[in-house]
């Protein structure tokens, strides 16, 4: 069915991501309605605001409400048209009244003439609206075509946006010709792009199809947080994806391999497969670790100079502390390991100041992965601290590291490695100079990074280098059930203490978990007061559906939707990926302050950032996070949710890491089994280049 008419208001905010909305719009054709002619509508649009014009199919569902299956901007009444016109700036109602003349009262006729910058420029002023008039009848006229033909495979508004801001007017054509090239740009992985390419009349064997599934292949291996795969795993995972791809006949991993060996960007090697770059970046990691490691440092620490640090600093250093200050003395790469509240920050201290009292016209440089764990280490040491990112400059493909700049740093302190990625750890290690004193300072039975590899794993399992362990915890009162419980689960005793400050509820369904969820974790907290964690993002208990349920705006509140989620002023979110151009990392977490037409504004620690609505999918809700996410925080109180599946998700270190960011309180909402399960299961260990560079 075909309507004709106008928006009258918007009922659910229209989706950023995916375009999906509802609103009540008055069709000129006669249809059951509400009595006033008014109908209920709901679909995925392009676009859509208050009294836009709009040509609709619809499906009808019942009584007034109708499922939208397309949409155009309607023009071809003068009144839609002078609408349409009254949105490009430049354009007065005179003027559109000019316009509109020699076009029958439609400004889609426009579109059909020969020459219409030769029609617009005979009306007064058309140099101040030309330009912005042709170019948005142009991104509406291209967008609504792509958005019709390529949403049937499932792309969303914001995916098909970026194709249009990066092709103009041959994105169909783009597509069209090589589906697989969705796969890297907009990473909408393999199977999808498999039926569009059917769609689209192409090979089973073509080359782009192999190479695709080869880069599906290892993009997903590096998710799970390795940098390498070995060639029969590899074969395994390309015979399931097969299975499930638009074509039901196998093609052999004999000419998978034959097509990967024309691929620069992969390396197969020892009977692995991994991106080249990941190979050359660990490689880099270790002749750069292993070169600041190969110089002595200037001058020897005696027990006398340890003394008179103790006075200055007006501390009494534990022995196993003072095991840093010695190897100041004799080691240039130093791993300083402890859990939380074992005073990595306090020793961090007095190294520092023991450093400038040996080489006082020497710099000392503080970083952290992200800007809240660089915050913390600030706050701590009360010396200037930052991500590594901006320490070092890190633009990928553009950095100053890429010319070989150096930090100039006599002492370089790294705090959260077990946080650190091999790519960020790459950038870093380079810039460091030969002679400066590197201190990397982490948990080691933390998780380990979002980002893949397993840097600080690797180095500490290495051997090549001189450790400092803190194992004595004087954060909290050695009685404390939260820091006794994180040894009891790291050790697999699932005997754990219960008291004011640990507490465990067990539940049959996650649905009950669901419901105490929302009686515990109403309004909005002060960040660094309470938070909720989630071993997964989907599931009745996974960060998805909880934070669509507690963030959800209330009726006519002001708020952005961006893929089912509602943001609002006031809001915690965190970021999802690493875009040091913009000034955020993986995990760094902020508050909404403003909402504009288009952008939102996030205070992230002492920055404000203005972010367009194209990088609202670099940022969550935060009420409700991964575990993963929580990393290199402290809160007071952390209330952690704990399904039985997927299975594979629980394991102590996990667990460990959830419950060691409370600093007062901790709540363990469990599903059946799954607390035991977590304890009993040791993590899985990642497979990475790294350690056998380090051994060379």
């Not at 070169?291 to 022995?319: C, F, H, K, N, W």
């Amino acid at each position: 069915m075909l309507l004709h008419g106008k928006v009258i208001r918007i009922l659910l905010p229209r989706d950023e991501a995916d375009g999906f909305t509802i609103f009540s719009y008055i069709p000129e054709e006669l249809v059951e309605s509400d009595g006033r002619n008014q109908i209920v509508c709901e679909g995925k649009l392009p676009l859509v605001a208050p009294e836009m014009p709009l040509e609709l199919e619809v499906d009808h569902k019942k009584g007034n409400r109708y499922l939208v299956k397309s949409s155009r901007i309607c023009t071809s009444r003068k009144s839609y048209s002078l609408y349409y016109l009254n949105t490009v700036k430049g354009i007065s109602g005179k003027t559109a009244n000019r316009i509109l003349s020699g076009l029958d009262g439609d400004i889609g006729n426009l579109k059909t003439m020969e020459d219409p910058e030769g029609y617009l420029k005979k009306i007064p002023g058309s140099s101040r609206f030309m330009a912005p008039l042709l170019e948005q009848m142009r991104y509406i006229t291209q967008m609504e075509e792509l958005f019709m033909e390529l949403s049937q495979f499932g792309l969303e508004f914001i995916e098909i946006d970026k194709l249009l801001r990066k092709y103009k007017g041959d994105a169909l054509e783009k597509v069209r010709e090589n589906p697989y090239r969705l796969c890297r740009e907009l990473k909408i992985g393999f199977v999808r792009a498999d039926y569009m390419a059917r769609y689209y009349k192409g090979s089973m064997y073509a080359p782009e199809r192999l190479k695709a599934a080869a880069w599906e292949l290892i993009r997903a291996n590096e998710e799970r947080g390795n940098t390498r795969i070995r060639i029969k795993e590899l074969i395994r995972l390309y015979n399931r994806l097969l299975k499930q791809s638009a074509w039901p006949w196998a093609v052999s991993p004999v000419y998978l391999f034959a097509v990967m060996h024309t691929m620069l960007e992969i390396r197969i090697e020892d009977g692995y497969v991994s991106y080249n770059l990941r190979y050359n970046q660990e490689r880099e990691i270790a002749r750069n670790i292993l070169r600041l490691d190969s110089t002595a440092p200037g001058q020897l620490v005696s027990e006398e100079q340890i003394s008179d640090l103790e006075s200055a600093m007006g501390i009494e250093y534990l022995d196993s502390q003072k095991e840093l200050f010695r190897a100041m003395g004799s080691h240039n790469v130093i791993l300083l390991c402890g859990k939380p509240g074992t005073g990595k920050t306090t020793i961090i201290q007095g190294a520092i100041h023991l450093f400038h009292a040996l080489y006082p016209d020497r710099k000392v440089s503080l970083c952290a992965p992200t800007a809240r764990a660089a915050q913390v280490l600030k706050d701590a040491t009360g010396h200037p601290a930052s991500t590594i990112h901006v320490l070092a400059n890190i633009t990928p493909g553009s950095g100053l590291n890429d010319y070989g700049e150096k930090l100039g740093c006599g002492l370089l302190v790294v705090d959260e490695m077990s946080m650190v990625d091999v790519e960020t750890f790459y950038y870093l290690a380079k810039a460091v100079d030969t002679g400066c004193q590197v201190i990397l300072s982490g948990d080691p039975d933390q998780l380990e990074s979002v980002g893949c590899g397993s840097v600080f794993r690797d180095l500490l399992e290495s051997g090549k280098f001189c450790r400092v362990n803190l194992s004595y915890v004087l954060r909290q009162d050695q009685g404390s059930s939260i820091i006794r419980n994180c040894a009891n689960i790291l050790s697999g005793d699932s005997d754990l203490i219960m008291d004011d400050s640990f507490r465990c509820i067990h539940f049959q369904t996650e649905e009950e978990a669901a419901k105490t969820v929302g009686l515990l974790c109403k309004g909005n907290k002060p960040i660094g007061k309470e938070q909720v964690l989630s071993i997964t993002k989907v599931g009745r208990i996974g960060t998805n559906m909880l934070n669509q349920e507690l963030e959800k705006a209330a009726p006519g509140q002001e708020c952005i939707r961006f893929h089912g989620f509602d943001f609002k002023v006031g809001d915690k979110v965190v970021f999802s990926i690493n875009n040091y151009a913009m000034g955020y990392c993986n995990g760094d977490i902020g508050m909404v302050k403003s909402i504009g037409v288009s952008h939102i504004e996030v205070q992230l620690a002492d920055q404000l950032l203005r972010l367009d609505k194209r990088f609202m999918e670099d940022i969550l809700p935060a009420k409700v996070m991964t575990i993963h996410k929580s990393q290199g925080s402290e809160v007071e109180e952390v209330l952690i949710l704990l399904p039985e599946h997927p299975a594979s998700l629980l394991n102590r270190n996990l667990l460990n890491t959830a419950v060691s960011r409370a600093k007062a309180r901790v709540t363990v909402l469990s599903i059946g089994n799954a607390l035991e399960m977590a304890i009993e299961k040791k993590p899985d260990r990642r497979d990475t280049w790294l350690p056998a560079f380090l051994r060379v």
